[in-house]
C-alpha cells in the first residue's frame, strides 16, 4: 500500500518530470488573495499580470514541503525556486491555453491513466513498486482507501489527478506541434544534394586585414544607422552593473605551523591507541571506510605503510594533512565474476528453495531469468560483471571475502535478498579496511577576524563614490572585478555562493555599497555601478562590434571593386592573389583547406549546379571570396526516403525545442525574484 508518507518522498521524482516537461504545475485552483493584505511585493508578471510575493511564496512552499527538498545549498534552492515557477507559468499560461485550443483529458483517459492502461509518469512515479518497478494498481487503491479517511491524503490525491491531467494535456499539445512539422519534396530533394555531392575545384581570396583601415571610413551616422536597422538583434533583459572586490582568506604561515603541530599531536595518539575505531570517530575529520581495498588501489607509500601494519602519516598532501591506519584485513580474491539473483525480502523460503537447487546443479540463469525481480539483469541471465572486490561492502564483503569460484550465496540486505553465484575469483591478495582522519589546510580564526576588520577598514575608506572605492581597492592591493546582474539571475557568475550579494543589488540604488558578505571562506564588498532598464542595449555598448562589421561590408567592397578581367586566372590576378584547390568540399563541411571556417563560402560553392563558371564574388568573415567548380561526385549513399526520415525527425525536433521559449515570450514574462528569492 502506497501511504501518504511515502507518496511524499516520491513527490521528488515527479517534480523533475514538471521541470523536464514544463508543462506541468501544481493544483490550478490556488486563492490569489492569501498572504498578505495590502501591500503585496510584486516578485514578476505573467501573461501581463502581477505575481505577488505571496502568491509565489504559497506554491514555493508547497512544492518545498510536498517534495521534501530542503534548502540545504545554492542549486537545491534554485531547483525549487524554478519549479514554483515552472508551476505558476503553467497555472496561468499553458492551462488557459490547453483550454482554448480545445485539448481536455476525458475521465475515461484519466480512468485508462489511474488503472495503467495509459501510461502516466505522475501516477507511476507514485505508485510504482519500487522492488519489481513494475506499476501497482492495488497501491492506488489503498491509497484511496486511506484518502476516504485523511483529509491530506485526499488533497495529495487531488494534486496527483491535476498533474497527471496537465501532464496529458501537455503532451497531446507536443504532439500536436509536432504534427505541424512539414518537410517538403524541395526540402529533401536538397538535403539528398546537400549528403551526396562532393564539390572540387580551385579559389582565390583577399583578406579584408589586407585593407588599411584608412583606405575606407565608418562614420558615427553609419553606426547610428545601422544599429537602427538591426535593433531587433541588440534586445536584452534590465540588468544591473557591480564591482566588487574579494577579500581572499588564506592561512599564514603561523596559522601552517600551529596546524602542522596540532595534526602532529594527534597523529602521535592516533599511532598508538588501541581503540582505533573509537577514536576516529570522536574526530570530526575522522572516517572509516566502507569498502576493502588491495595494493594496487594505494599509494606506494600508503602501501608500504598500512599493509605491514604501520600507520600512515601525518603527512601533507594535496593541501590536507593525513594519517591513516588498518582498522581490519581480508584475504580476497582480486576480482569476482557475480551473477545474481534479486528477490523481495518478503521471499526468504523462494531463496532458500532455489539456493537448494542451484546448490543441486540446476541452471542459475535460466533461474534468474524466470524469478528474479531485477529486469536489468534477468534478462541477461542474472549476469553483474566482473567486479573488484573492493566494489563490495557490508554483507556483500563479509559473504564474499573467501569465495571461490562456483560459490552460491544468500545475503539480505535493505529490501531484497540476493543470491549470489561466484562464476569467477581471482588470484587471492590482501585488502585492508581503512581508518583516517583528515585536515584540511584552513586559515585560524584570528586570521579570519583579521581579514574581516580588513574588509571594514575598506568599507569606511570607498564610501562615496566610485574615486573612493577604486582608491580604497588600490590601497588594500586590489583588484575591483565587474559583474553584470540580468533579471532573473540568482547569483553573481563567477562568485562562490554569491545569492545574498545578488539580493542585494536587486535592492540597491545606483552608487550604494554594500555590506561585508561572506561569501565561500572569503569576504566580498560590492558597489552597484549602474542600473539598466532600457529593452535594448545601449548604442555605445555594442558600437565597436557595429563598427567591426561596417569596416568588413566597406573593405569587401574596396576589395570588388579592384576585381577585374573575366577569366578566372585574371582576376586572381587583379588582387594579387594566389589560387588555390578544394577538394570534396560538401554543403555539411564545416571549413575548407586554406581557407578556414567560412560558412558562406561552403553554401555557395555547394549551391552549384554546373562546373566550369566562375563564382560572383562571395563575402566572407575573413574575406572576399571567387571560386570555380572544376568537378562534382554525385554520390548515393544517401536516399529521398533516409533524407525524408531524417529531415522530419530534425523539424520535429526543433519545433519542440523552440516552442515552449515561443510561448515564454509571447507570455511577456518579467522575472524579479532575485530581490526576495
Known amino acids: 500500500m502506497a501511504s501518504l508518507n511515502t507518496l511524499r518522498t516520491k513527490f521528488g521524482v515527479v517534480l523533475s518530470i514538471i521541470i523536464a516537461l514544463a508543462l506541468l504545475a501544481f493544483i490550478l485552483s490556488l486563492k490569489n488573495d492569501m498572504g498578505f493584505s495590502g501591500s503585496d511585493p510584486k516578485v514578476g508578471e505573467i501573461d501581463g499580470s502581477k505575481v505577488s510575493y505571496s502568491e509565489y511564496y504559497d506554491i514555493y512552499e508547497q512544492v518545498r514541503s510536498q517534495s521534501g527538498a530542503q534548502e540545504s545549498d545554492e542549486q537545491q534552492s534554485a531547483l525549487l525556486a524554478n519549479t514554483a515557477w515552472q508551476a505558476l507559468f503553467a497555472q496561468r499560461v499553458l492551462a488557459p491555453g490547453f483550454a482554448k485550443a480545445g485539448i481536455v483529458v476525458s475521465d475515461e483517459e484519466r480512468q485508462a491513466l489511474i488503472g495503467g492502461r495509459e501510461y502516466s509518469p505522475v501516477f507511476y512515479q507514485a505508485f510504482a513498486d519500487p522492488r519489481t518497478g513494475l506499476y501497482s494498481v492495488e497501491a492506488v487503491s489503498g491509497f484511496l482507501a486511506e484518502a476516504q479517511s485523511d483529509p491530506q491524503a485526499s488533497a495529495a490525491w487531488k494534486q496527483l489527478n ?354 561585508i558578505f561572506k561569501v565561500g571562506k572569503d569576504y566580498v564588498v560590492a558597489r552597484l555601478a549602474e542600473i539598466d532598464n532600457s529593452e535594448y542595449v545601449p548604442l555605445k555598448e555594442v558600437a565597436a562590434q557595429i563598427r567591426a562589421q561596417l569596416f568588413r561590408d566597406k573593405k569587401f567592397e574596396f576589395i570588388r571593386k579592384e576585381l577585374s578581367g573575366a577569366a578566372f586566372d585574371e582576376q586572381a590576378a587583379s588582387l594579387g592573389s594566389e589560387i588555390g584547390d578544394f577538394a570534396n568540399v560538401s554543403y555539411n563541411a564545416y571549413y575548407i583547406d586554406g581557407v578556414g571556417m567560412e560558412p558562406r563560402l561552403v553554401g555557395a560553392i555547394a549551391a552549384v549546379d554546373q562546373t566550369g563558371a566562375v563564382s560572383a564574388p562571395v563575402k566572407g568573415f575573413n574575406g572576399l571570396y571567387v571560386f570555380r567548380v572544376d568537378a562534382i561526385d554525385r554520390d548515393s549513399a544517401q536516399t529521398v526516403e533516409d533524407e525524408r526520415v531524417r529531415a522530419q525527425a530534425l523539424a520535429e525536433n526543433r519545433v519542440s525545442q523552440f516552442v515552449m521559449p515561443a510561448i515564454q515570450q509571447l507570455a511577456r514574462i518579467k522575472d524579479l525574484r532575485g530581490k526576495y528569492f
Open 162 to 515: 491535476e498533474q497527471a491531467r496537465l501532464e496529458r494535456s501537455g503532451r497531446k499539445f507536443a504532439a500536436l506541434v509536432r504534427g505541424g512539422a512539414f518537410v517538403n519534396s524541395l526540402e529533401i530533394a536538397r538535403g539528398v544534394k546537400a549528403a551526396n555531392d562532393k564539390f572540387s575545384g580551385k579559389w582565390f581570396g583577399k583578406q579584408y586585414s589586407a585593407v588599411p583601415d584608412s583606405l575606407v571610413s565608418v562614420s558615427r551616422s553609419d553606426i547610428r544607422a545601422y544599429y537602427k536597422k538591426h535593433k531587433s538583434a541588440y534586445k536584452q533583459l534590465p540588468s544591473r552593473s557591480l564591482s566588487y572586490v574579494v577579500f581572499e582568506v588564506e592561512p599564514t604561515d603561523d596559522d601552517l605551523l600551529a596546524l602542522e603541530q596540532s595534526v602532529q599531536e594527534v597523529g602521535a595518539r592516533f599511532a598508538e591507541t588501541g581503540e582505533l575505531r573509537a577514536f576516529v570517530r570522536g574526530n570530526r575529520n575522522g572516517h572509516i571506510a566502507e569498502n576493502y581495498v588491495s595494493a594496487a588501489q594505494l599509494s606506494d607509500e600508503e602501501a608500504a605503510a598500512l599493509l605491514t601494519g604501520k600507520p600512515y602519516g601525518p603527512v601533507l598532501k594535496n593541501n590536507e594533512w593525513t594519517m591513516a591506519r588498518v582498522l581490519d584485513s581480508k584475504v580476497a580474491p582480486d576480482s569476482l565474476g557475480i551473477r545474481h539473483i534479486v528477490l523481495p525480502y518478503s521471499e526468504e523460503e523462494l531463496a532458500d528453495s532455489l539456493l537448494t537447487v542451484i546448490r543441486r546443479g540446476a541452471d542459475f540463469a535460466e533461474l534468474a531469468a524466470r524469478y528474479s525481480v531485477y529486469e536489468q539483469t534477468a534478462a541477461l541471465g542474472g549476469e553483474v560483471g566482473v567486479l573488484p572486490f573492493s566494489a563490495f561492502t557490508g554483507e556483500f564483503a563479509q559473504a564474499l571475502s573467501g569465495a571461490k569460484r562456483g560459490d552460491v550465496v544468500k545475503i539480505a540486505s535493505g529490501d531484497a535478498i540476493q543470491l549470489l553465484q561466484v562464476y569467477r575469483a581471482g588470484r587471492p591478495v590482501k585488502h585492508v579496511q581503512v581508518a583516517s582522519i583528515v585536515y584540511p589546510v584552513e586559515a585560524s580564526a584570528a586570521t579570519v577576524r583579521n581579514v574581516h576588520n580588513q574588509a571594514l577598514s575598506f568599507t569606511l575608506a570607498a564610501k562615496g563614490s566610485a574615486e573612493a572605492f577604486s582608491e580604497a581597492a588600490s590601497a588594500a592591493a586590489l583588484t575591483p572585478r565587474v559583474a553584470t546582474l540580468s533579471q532573473g539571475e540568482r547569483t553573481i557568475r563567477g562568485l562562490e555562493d554569491s545569492r545574498d550579494v545578488a539580493r542585494w543589488a536587486y535592492d540597491a540604488g545606483e552608487g550604494d555599497m554594500s555590506e
